[in-house]
Structure formats: structure tokens, C-alpha cells
């Protein structure tokens, strides 16, 4: 009923996405460290993807992940390729945790990021490489 009354896409639904990108927007702006950053970002989208399937339209859901994608995960690209948030994994052989970045930059079309910061630790530590890890 309120679908066809245009009701829910004209009052309710931007509402709803404007009150969701304010809230990643501010919970992106103070990351933790970058793996539980990135498994908060995981459980966000399937909190948002839940939400929208439990009480909201289905048109919406996607907007409700595409807002956690811009917002946790593309504008934060640049974080999570720093060399402070990606070397600690690189050097700790952080399989999982690189993996799931890898996942989620996937999402934003982000993982040509990840090119340059791995490049550039495989050649300075490339001499440091013994046996599966970097020491």
C-alpha cells in the first residue's frame, strides 16, 4: 500500500538511507586497527543486508550495502592500503586478514590499491624473506 502510494520512495526511504550514510560516515572516521576494522565492516553489511530483508523494501537493500561500500570501505581505501594498517599483516603472514581486504576492496572495484604498497614491502624485504615469512 504505501509502495503504491509512493509513500516509502518518496518520504520514508530517503529518510532511512540518509540516517545510514550519516552513521557509517561517522563510524568509518574512527577505524580501529585494520582487521577489526575490516571484520566490522563485514558484519555491517550483513547487518544491513538482514535489516532490509527483515522490515525494509526489498529496492532497498542494496543501497543500504552500497552506503557501507562507499563509506567503510571506498572512502577509506587509502587507509587500509597505508603502510601503518597493511605491513603489520604482510609481516605477520595475516593470511585471513589479508584475504577479507582483499574481499572487500573487491566490493569497490579497490583492489588495484593493493598493487603498489605490496610491491614496494616485497622489494625492501625481499632479502629478509626466509622460509614463508618475513623476518
Not at 31 to 49: A, C, G
Not at 85 to 92: D, K, S, T, V, Y
Not at 96 to 120: K, M
Request: a neutral charge.
Amino acid at each position: 500500500m504505501y509502495i503504491t502510494l509512493n509513500i516509502y520512495t518518496d518520504i520514508l526511504q530517503p529518510l532511512i538511507t540518509d540516517a545510514t550514510t550519516i552513521y557509517y560516515t561517522k563510524k568509518a572516521a574512527n577505524p580501529q586497527e585494520l582487521p577489526k576494522y575490516l571484520m566490522q565492516i563485514e558484519n555491517d553489511l550483513k547487518s544491513e543486508e538482514d535489516r532490509a530483508a527483515s522490515y525494509l523494501h526489498p529496492a532497498t537493500s542494496r543501497e543500504m550495502v552500497s552506503i557501507v561500500e562507499q563509506e567503510c570501505i571506498f572512502n577509506r581505501i587509502a587507509w587500509c592500503v597505508s603502510k601503518q594498517q597493511l605491513e603489520p599483516l604482510l609481516i605477520g603472514n595475516k593470511y585471513e586478514d589479508l584475504s577479507r581486504l582483499y574481499r572487500l576492496l573487491a566490493r569497490v572495484n579497490g583492489t588495484a590499491s593493493l598493487r603498489t604498497p605490496i610491491e614496494t614491502f616485497v622489494k625492501v624485504n625481499h632479502r629478509n624473506y626466509s622460509g614463508g615469512c618475513f623476518v
